[in-house]
């Protein structure tokens, strides 16, 4: 029904920057909402910035003025800009969308990202 692809990871010195991409494909005019999630081993996985059903946009607290998520209008591609960096944001980033009439959720495979001292 729907495939999401991220790309962009990396590693990254702290105070650096990366740039993810998420591209969608196959039934997009399903996708209600998308969005980008994190999960640091031994750690559950989080929100990191989403667009919300309504237009709307939310940002975790400890991403928040050093993050920007972005979309295309057609909703084939969600990217999330990040700014200075920090070792606290190493991670495996996973490209969520939400789907309407009750089809649940989509989720990519992941991309690695690692920020250094």
């Known amino acids: 029904q729907v495939r999401l692809v991220e790309s962009g990871g990396g590693l990254v010195q702290a105070g650096g920057s990366l740039r993810l991409s998420c591209a969608a494909s196959g039934r997009i005019s399903l996708i209600t909402a998308m969005g980008w999630y994190r999960q640091a081993p031994g750690k559950q996985r989080e929100l990191v910035a989403t667009f919300t059903s309504g237009g709307g946009t939310n940002y975790a607290d400890s991403v928040k003025g050093r993050f920007t998520i972005n979309r295309d209008n057609t909703k084939m591609f969600v990217d999330l800009q990040m700014n200075s960096l920090k070792p606290e944001d190493t991670a495996v980033y996973y490209c969520?969308?939400?789907?309407?009439?009750?089809?649940?959720?989509?989720w990519g495979q992941g991309t690695q990202v690692t920020v250094s001292s």
């Open positions: 969520n969308a939400l789907l309407t009439a009750s089809r649940g959720d989509c």
